[in-house]
């Protein structure tokens, strides 16, 4: 070959563009203890979230990533339908599973937990229904109900057994359809969620939970016994059920001199 043949060869290979680098998730050690499609779908997001900013937007197949993580197809997809849900990634028939562009560089810690979990942590306390009865959706829950005219709303008030002092008011907003299933009486003895799994018979799928902090406003200090402006925990709990229907949204103030929340993550 020519000087000037080798140098074409060159310039033309300097001419070709450069693919991204492949997208390659994380490795991944299971813990039997836990579902395998939870523990993919986690890792998998810490995967797409730290990504470095010039890779591949194109995840590997549903094949490739089932090998690599060590579990079927089947829980693969269901991992991936999970992030799919959350809005990080979209699949495309015959086109294939991309990040989304705006796939969220941070996210909020999400933890595994049981329906038994929750009801062991509102159980035990004397509750006072305030009230219920039909409103219109509130504006910050439309994206829950977004088929819904209005929910049936629940107050109650949350009290120590043994020393009568209040610890936590608790607000639910439930679809009418499941509300109707619902005694008032009952929640008086028991956790909504509770009520809604074992009397109204929801079939319930998960619990989404959110905890922060926040001020106590004049109808919290004032049911709370506490100062107004002063530190509360305010926890979000959704429920949905097996149909992916929000059934419930309940709100919950917590004293913060009552109330603490701890998690135990096992790393086998």
Known sequence: MTESHERAGADSGADQPRHPPAFAPDSLVLNRKLPLWYQVSQS???SILGRPQDASARLPTEEQLAAHYGVSVLTMRQALKELETEGLI?????RGTFIEPRARRVSPVRL???????????????????????????????????????????????????SDEPTNWAEN???????ARIDVADLERWPMTKVLRDVAGVRISRITDTVEARLADPVTADLLQVPLL?????????????????????????????????????AH
């Open 230 to 266: 002063s530190p509360i925990l305010h926890y979000t709990g959704v429920t949905y059920d097996e149909e992916g229907r929000v059934v419930d949204v309940a709100r919950i103030r917590y004293r913060g001199d009552r109330f603490s929340f701890s998690v135990t993550v096992e």
């Open 173 to 179: 907003a439930v679809r009418p359809d499941i509300a």
């Open 90 to 94: 979209s699949r495309h028939r015959r």
């Open 112 to 162: 595994l937990g049981s329906v038994d979990a929750i009801v062991a942590q509102q159980s035990g306390e004397a509750t006072t229904v305030l009230g219920h009865g039909p409103t219109a959706v509130p504006g910050d829950l439309a994206e829950f109900f977004p088929e819904c005219a209005e929910v049936i709303c629940y107050r109650r008030l949350r009290r120590d057994g043994e």
């Open 44 to 46: 998998l997001r810490a």
